[in-house]
Nanobody, 126 residues
Framework: QVQLVESGGGFVQAGGSLRLSCAAS????????MGWFRQAPGKEREFVAA????????YYADSVKGRFTISRDNAKSTVYLQMNSLKPEDTAEYYC???????????????????WGQGTQVTVSS
């Protein structure tokens, strides 16, 4: 199995940028399809972005497309989420997640992921 620890969250003004990191330990990161999700208070957990095992294929929610970039460095066992042009509606707890196997058409479904980090808070002020 794998353990995931997110970092990089914080407080930023609208239009600013943050880069989240998800450090993995345990089983090698290249074994996992990785995703980022977020959850705002009172709302369901929603898909943000995902990346395939080699890093070539990426997937984004429409709400973040063109502003966020997911990447991975398997040698460093880390997945990143670069967030630019942040908006107040991006405020949420952000989680990374790992899946050993997944149908790509289901990459946006939280229930498809096997392991989760503890989350990192992102707050965007207007």
């Amino acid at each position: 199995q794998v353990q995931l620890v997110e970092s990089g969250g914080g407080f930023v003004q609208a239009g600013g940028s943050l880069r989240l990191s998800c450090a993995a330990s345990g089983r090698t990161l290249s074994s996992y399809f990785m995703g980022w999700f977020r959850q705002a208070p009172g709302k369901e957990r929603e898909f943000v972005a995902a990346i395939g095992w080699s890093g070539v294929s990426t997937y984004y929610a429409d709400s973040v497309k063109g502003r966020f970039t997911i990447s991975r460095d398997n040698a460093k066992s880390t997945v990143y989420l670069q967030m630019n042009s942040l908006k107040p509606e991006d405020t949420a707890e952000y989680y990374c997640a790992a899946a050993l196997t997944i149908g790509l058409e289901r990459a946006g479904r939280p229930e498809e992921y096997d392991y989760w980090g503890q989350g990192t808070q992102v707050t965007v002020s207007s």
